[in-house]
């Protein structure tokens, strides 16, 4: 039996441990060099999904998060992606010790109130989402039969209840940027959202 991870690497994917005396995380592969991965997580977690031979069988949720993000949300675009990095830490914290086959709605609950009571309602259910999407590949990939979390109620968000004005804009603009102006004039004039901008 393999030691007990380090407290640190805990809520890490397999292979990928955080050093701390560098303050560095790596990927550390049997029979070869630790590879540096990058000084922040988000920046570890994108190279640790570049490294195409890390593939690992699915016996745990961590496992099944693991194939996710590296088959699937790198072919999503940027933005989608670097969320996913950031939902996927708290995922592997809650559920990466779990069986796929023993997850159920009521987990799902108890994670959204935690979440709330952390202080991050709206956040929850944008990673209750992304855990949501994991289940029905776990259903394709043939891990599971099907999906555990139809008709689940998510944590209430409360929507804008003021538009900006134009005054406000104006305002605005004159603290902004140059290069910040030219983009709120795009957007204005084209109504695009900030991924179609960019």
């Known amino acids: 039996m393999g030691r007990k991870r380090a407290p640190e690497n805990a809520a890490l994917p397999k292979g990928m441990i955080f050093n ?7 990927l550390r592969l049997h029979g070869q060099r630790d590879i540096p991965l990058g000084k ?3 920046e570890a977690f ?7 031979d890390i593939n ?8 099944l998060i693991d194939r996710y993000m590296k088959e699937i949300s790198v072919t999503k675009s940027e933005a989608t992606h670097k969320s996913n990095l950031s939902a996927v830490k708290h995922l592997f914290k809650r559920f990466g010790h779990m069986n796929p086959t023993m997850i159920r709605a009521k987990h799902a609950y108890q994670y959204l109130d935690l979440r709330a009571r952390e202080g991050a309602p709206v956040r929850a259910n944008r990673e209750f ?27 209430p968000e409360k929507p804008r209840d003021k538009l900006v004005t134009n005054e406000e804009i104006a305002i605005f603009l004159k603290f902004c940027p140059r290069w910040l102006q030219l983009y709120i004039a795009l957007k ?9 901008l960019v």
């Open 188 to 196: 204005l004039a084209t109504g695009l959202r900030q991924t179609d």
């Open 20 to 26: 701390k005396k560098s303050n560095t995380y790596y």
């Open 46 to 52: 994108r190279n640790f999904y570049n490294y195409a």
């Open 56 to 63: 690992f069988e699915c016996h745990t949720m961590h496992d």
């Open 129 to 155: 989402a992304l855990l949501s999407t994991i289940m029905s590949h776990a259903v394709r990939w043939g891990m599971i039969t099907e999906t555990p979390f139809h008709g689940i109620i998510r944590n």
């Open 40 to 42: 922040t997580m988000t």
